[in-house]
């Protein structure tokens, strides 16, 4: 870093938060800065963003939509793939649709899909 450049760094170091706010005013007021937000590249290329969907997740939201038929196969499948004690599992198989696990693995969530949706239970990973 160039020694005028340290000095100044080192004089807005010492500065209290009002003279900074002051200070940062008079540098938009002499350059002609507005508050507007910047583009950033990812907003303007839909390309990029096209690119990172198509990245695979490492997390998943596991919610459970729908109980199915059969209530109890679907507490004792959700007591086994998940840490719910009966009345917490009991509870969100009534309450349905209920988030039962927020940011499980993939192959978690996997698995807690195919343990649920196999005796009639709803399952969305998102």
């Known amino acids: 870093m160039a020694k ?3 000095k100044m760094i080192d004089e807005i ?3 209290t938060i009002i003279e900074l706010s002051e200070f940062i005013d008079e540098i938009k007021e002499k350059f002609n800065v507005s508050d507007m937000p910047v583009v950033s590249a990812g907003a303007a290329a ?3 963003g096209q690119a990172a969907a ?3 997740k490492s997390e998943y939201k596991v919610t459970l939509q729908t109980g199915g038929p059969e209530k109890i196969k679907t507490i ?3 007591r086994k793939v998940t840490a719910l004690n009966l009345s917490d599992a009991k509870k969100a198989v009534e309450d349905a649709p209920t988030v039962i696990a927020e940011s499980a693995s993939k192959d978690d969530a996997q698995k807690m899909k195919k343990e649920l949706e196999g005796i ?3 399952v969305e990973l998102s």
């Open 4 to 6: 005028a450049y340290e």
């Open 54 to 56: 198509a990245e695979e």
């Open 13 to 15: 170091g010492k500065m």
């Open 46 to 48: 839909p390309a990029a």
């Open 120 to 122: 009639g239970a709803k």
């Open 76 to 78: 004792k499948a959700l």
